[in-house]
């Protein structure tokens, strides 16, 4: 099976730009999760979606949002760019069943530098 | 809030010797606890993960203990590799979500 996919890999933009993400969850998933990893904060989550609906949210400001397809690809936007938004943007892909298999396989990541 | 705790942020062992990372978690109904590899420039990993129901689980050189009680697992590498250095990621999530809570992580070096 072919792994997670992320897209673009690398993104330059300017303060003030938007930006949108894109992953490509493993076959047969149908959860995909999206983390930003920073030296000062490390990984944390930002939102997770399940049959196109978000079922979790962490604390992130309303800029960031997503959403998620019927084929289970997901995209995030990051409105109005903050030179804080520079990190690397994960994705992870699980099968996303209650009581079931909570294994989350990581995208490559999209590497964002906001200036 | 919830949090996960890691220690310690830098490990450097001699090739062959064992390596151990501790975590502690601070929401009790978290019941679902991975651990991940991290090379430079590289995508996280899931090395080896374990469930609440089990105190210990193990796979090769890898294995990771949990103390429910303590709220607190462990990572713990033998014969430890050159290929081992990397950073490692603790996490911690719950049956209700699929939102992983992140430890700092460990930069492990392992010497030749």
């Known amino acids: 099976k072919a792994g997670v996919t992320q897209t673009p890999r690398y993104l330059i933009k300017t303060r003030g730009q938007q930006v949108t993400l894109s992953c490509s969850p493993i076959?047969?998933?149908?959860?995909v999760s999206w983390y930003q990893q920073t030296p000062g904060q490390g990984l944390q989550f930002l939102f997770e979606y399940f049959s196109e609906t978000q079922r979790n949210k962490g604390n992130f400001p309303g800029r960031f949002s997503g959403r998620q397809f019927s084929n289970s690809r997901s995209e995030m936007n990051v409105s109005t760019l903050e030179l804080g938004d520079s990190a690397l943007y994960l994705c992870?892909?699980?099968?996303?069943?209650?009581?079931?298999?909570?294994?989350?396989?990581f995208g490559p990541g999209t590497r964002l530098t906001v200036t | 809030g919830e949090n996960v705790e890691q220690h310690p942020s830098t490990l450097s062992v001699q090739e062959g010797d064992s390596a151990v990372i501790k975590c502690t978690y601070s929401?009790?109904?978290?019941?679902?606890f991975p651990w991940y590899k991290q090379e430079l420039g590289k995508r996280p990993q899931l090395i080896i993960d374990?469930?609440?129901?089990?105190g210990e689980k193990k796979d090769q050189r890898i294995a990771v203990t949990l103390n429910k009680t303590a709220k607190h697992f462990s990572l713990h590498i033998t014969e430890t590799q050159p290929e081992d250095s990397a950073v490692y990621f603790c996490?911690?999530?719950?049956?209700?979500?699929?939102?992983?809570?992140f430890g700092s992580g460990t930069r492990l070096l392992v010497r030749p």
């Open positions: 929401d009790s109904a978290s019941n679902y």
């Open positions: 992870a892909s699980s099968l996303g069943l209650a009581g079931g298999d909570y294994e989350q396989y």
């Open positions: 996490a911690a999530s719950k049956d209700s979500s699929y939102k992983l809570i």
């Open positions: 374990i469930r609440s129901n089990v």
């Open positions: 076959s047969g998933h149908r959860s």
